[in-house]
């Protein structure tokens, strides 16, 4: 099965940074958007952050202006949080989507946990 490896997740205090990394496996190629979503317990897994070849860099609004997604080499994606908040607490995953067949579809990471307290 293939899977992203995500890295990076950690405790942090408030006004504190984190740096959030995801890595394809070599054999996914042809990809076309990078992402990364937030969930916490009982609630939908939300976009925090998107890279598309088709519509550019997208954004939550909540997060505008103190995260920063880029892609790195090898088609991997980092996110960049900094003046992390306790609403920022959640488990982060990366997705991918390759656009070519048969390896047409959303690809996800296990997720990274994330917590922001004093």
């Known amino acids: 099965q293939v899977q992203l490896m995500e890295s990076g997740g950690d405790s942090v205090q408030p006004g504190g940074s984190l740096r959030l990394s995801c890595v394809p496996p070599r054999s996914l190629s042809m990809i076309a958007e990078w992402g990364w979503y937030r969930q916490i317990p009982g609630n939908e897994r939300q976009l925090v952050a998107l890279?598309?070849?088709?519509?550019?860099t997208t954004y939550a609004d909540v997060v505008k202006g103190r995260f920063t997604i880029s892609r790195g080499a090898r088609n991997s994606v980092d996110l960049q949080m900094n003046d992390l908040q306790p609403d920022d607490t959640a488990t982060y995953y990366c997705k991918m989507f390759a656009f070519l067949p048969p390896q047409k579809r959303d690809y996800w990471g296990q997720g990274t946990q994330v917590t922001v307290a004093q």
């Open positions: 890279i598309s070849n088709k519509s550019g």
